[in-house]
């Protein structure tokens, strides 16, 4: 139980075009999902938490005209890369955490990440 | 602000030797603790977490972690370590500070497990 998915799982696109990153939960409702970047071997850096049917919450120093986030559903968020470009090339994971509450302390599930080039 | 630190970016132990990767929180509360592990190119899965019930957790694939808050450590270690345990781990907490804050995990650096035959 607890899988979530990314769609694609890896992206090569042109720079100044835009990119959709889709992130599921397939077997359980997420309130919350989280939106991570991660560059070669670093850390995961939170760029955004999603609440379903609620602006997103960008980290500090995030621009969140440049990284737009979704989350139309329980299960799927997205995240859309626009006007990318080669600095914005990186691994991009999405977390999904169950239910409200003392579980907001809970574990995150995580998805599979995409891997973005940007030429 | 919370903080997580893990002493050693790269660890190298033989096959069936112990593992041990430190990881030292800073908290005035203790919060949440968590493993994770990440093999090349994938998101991270977890391995064992902490959420104030026993101090000794143990996780999947033989881990198992101690939480110590006298030294606000959660170090994980493996008795005998295999060729397959070579990935990155992260050790990660979840605060308990209000405001936006709250519920957000804090990762450590990583380190990358390396096991010789």
């Known amino acids: 139980g607890a899988v979530v998915s990314q769609h694609p799982s890896w992206v090569i696109c042109k720079s100044g075009t835009s990119v959709k990153i889709e992130c599921r939960s397939l077997?359980?409702?997420?309130?919350?999902m989280f939106w991570y970047r991660q560059f070669p071997k670093q850390s995961l850096m939170l760029m955004a938490t999603?609440?379903?049917?609620?602006?997103?919450?960008?980290e500090q120093g995030v621009e969140k005209d440049k990284f737009l986030i979704n989350h139309a559903s329980l299960t799927l968020s997205t995240l859309t890369v626009t006007s990318a470009h080669p600095e914005d090339s990186s691994f991009y994971i999405c977390s999904a955490r169950i239910g409200k509450g003392l579980s907001l302390l809970g574990e995150q599930y995580f998805g599979p990440g995409t891997r973005l080039t940007v030429t | 602000a919370q903080s997580v630190t893990q002493l050693g970016s790269h660890v190298s132990v033989s096959e069936g030797a112990l593992v041990l990767l430190r990881c030292n929180y800073s908290s005035s509360v203790p919060p949440y603790l968590f493993w994770y592990v990440q093999y090349p190119n994938q998101g991270l899965q977890l391995l064992l977490k902490?959420?104030?019930?026993?101090?000794l957790v143990k996780g999947i694939n033989g881990f198992e972690a101690e939480f110590k808050k006298s030294e606000t450590s959660f170090h994980l270690t493996k008795p005998s370590a295999h060729m397959s345990d070579a990935a990155e781990y992260f050790c990660?907490?979840?605060?308990?500070?209000?405001?936006?804050?709250?519920?957000?995990?804090?990762f450590g650096q990583g380190t990358i497990l390396t096991v010789h035959p």
């Open positions: 077997d359980f409702q997420a309130t919350t």
């Open positions: 999603s609440n379903e049917g609620s602006k997103a919450t960008y």
């Open positions: 902490y959420t104030s019930a026993a101090t």
């Open positions: 990660a907490a979840t605060s308990y500070a209000g405001g936006t804050s709250y519920g957000k995990l804090t």
